[in-house]
């Protein structure tokens, strides 16, 4: 039987509520107790899912938690991982964990000098229906991919985030807040990056917020938020990647991979489950029935509908790492692989050269049906 561990949550802002909901899924995770800056959040999540408010150094000081659950905004992902490594917890992060390879290196020495596992979101991609778009692949269907599209496209996220700022400043925009979904997939689809060039821009320079207390309340914009890409990959392949947050409409797939022998059609990757489709060599896309993966039952209402939703998933993938000594899938190393791609996106753009990746990493072990099963209570 799967050993429990107790889990500390820090930041109790708008993302906390899905894990809230949705750690208890896991049968390795207990919630234990919460913490915000703001005391308030913190005592407004403890009231409603009955878990214990608590100031963050007393948090971190609790003996029953094994784990901290990072879900503070990006610029203090790492102050905050590192003061919890610091106090004997594992870490796992909300992405992007770290804005910088030093940062998570240093992590890495902490966590090592101390035995501790460091993790990061996004596990979308452990998703039945991307672990299904890795089984086609995996299996030849649609021979060696050597190329594809990925597009993540919208107009921004002050229409409906009530507190947006953090979107439109360092450590945000579509490739620091989006783009860990898409690389993240297409690590676990096609493999590590070798070199990226890009380029980038933004349409304007202030936002409006549309929702909440602050309507009508303006927000700068400091960073890009329309990034054109292309991603060398170790196998060979290179795909494109457009991320923006410049787009009203379009007409594009959120991912397609094509093989020498096919082409597969992949959901978005922000979400677990979803469409697959392949085609072959009758150049035909043809929706094809996902297998029967306990990750993509839809389990979550969405304010536009029903989801399949485990975020959480890789938190108990890593916890069970812990307990077994083998690797886990949402590993620092991968982790820190896609934030070394993103950030040399940034910097291939800025800098008007292509940019070498300097980190590298495995493919994640494919989550099967019985290993995901094995995860739930």
Not at 33 to 41: G, K, L, M, P, V
Not at 157 to 163: A, C, D, Q, R, V
Not at 175 to 184: E, S, T
Request: with cysteine; hydrophobic share 40%.
């Amino acid at each position: 039987m799967s050993k429990e561990y107790g889990v500390g949550i820090i930041g109790c802002g708008n993302i906390s509520g899905a894990y809230f909901k949705l750690i208890p899924m896991f049968r390795n995770l207990k919630l234990v107790a919460c913490a915000d800056i703001n005391a308030a959040a913190s005592r407004a999540r403890s009231e409603e899912f009955g878990v214990e408010a608590q100031a963050i150094d007393a948090l971190l000081a609790n003996p029953a938690v094994d784990v901290i659950v990072n879900l503070t905004v990006p610029e203090a992902h790492y102050p905050v991982s590192k003061a919890a490594l610091e106090a004997g917890k594992h870490v796992y992060s909300e992405k992007p964990f770290v804005l910088s390879i030093e940062q998570g290196e240093d992590l890495r020495r902490i966590a090592d000098a101390k035995g501790l596992k460091v993790g990061s979101a996004p596990d979308t991609y452990l998703g039945g229906s991307h672990q299904f778009a890795r089984h086609i692949i995996d299996s030849g269907q649609v021979g060696k991919i050597m190329s594809g599209t990925a597009h993540v496209l919208s107009p921004g996220m002050e229409s409906w985030h009530p507190n947006p700022d953090f979107f439109f400043a360092p450590g945000g925009g579509p490739i620091l807040d989006l783009g860990p979904y898409y690389v993240n997939n297409l690590v676990n689809l096609v493999g590590p990056v070798k070199r990226v060039v890009a380029l980038a821009n933004r349409a304007r320079e202030e936002r409006v917020i549309g929702n909440g207390p602050r309507l009508g309340e303006k927000v700068p914009v400091i960073v890009a938020t329309n990034i054109h890409a292309i991603l060398e990959f170790e196998s060979g392949a290179q795909i494109a990647l457009m991320a923006s947050w410049d787009v009203w409409a379009h007409r594009h797939q959120n991912m397609e991979l094509y093989g020498t022998d096919g082409a597969v059609f992949v959901p978005d990757p922000n979400f677990f489950g979803g469409k697959v489709e392949v085609a072959g060599n009758d150049r035909e896309s043809k929706e094809v029935n996902v297998w029967d993966h306990p990750l993509t039952a839809q389990n979550y209402q969405f304010d536009w509908g029903t989801q399949a939703n485990y975020r959480g998933i890789g938190l108990a993938d890593m916890m069970e790492a812990v307990t077994t000594g083998r690797d886990y899938r949402c590993s620092l190393d991968r982790s820190l692989h896609t934030i070394d791609v993103l950030t040399a996106i940034l910097r291939s753009a800025d800098e008007g050269r292509a940019i070498d990746i300097v980190t590298t990493c495995t493919q994640p072990e494919a989550l099967g049906i019985e290993e995901a099963r094995a995860l739930l209570r």
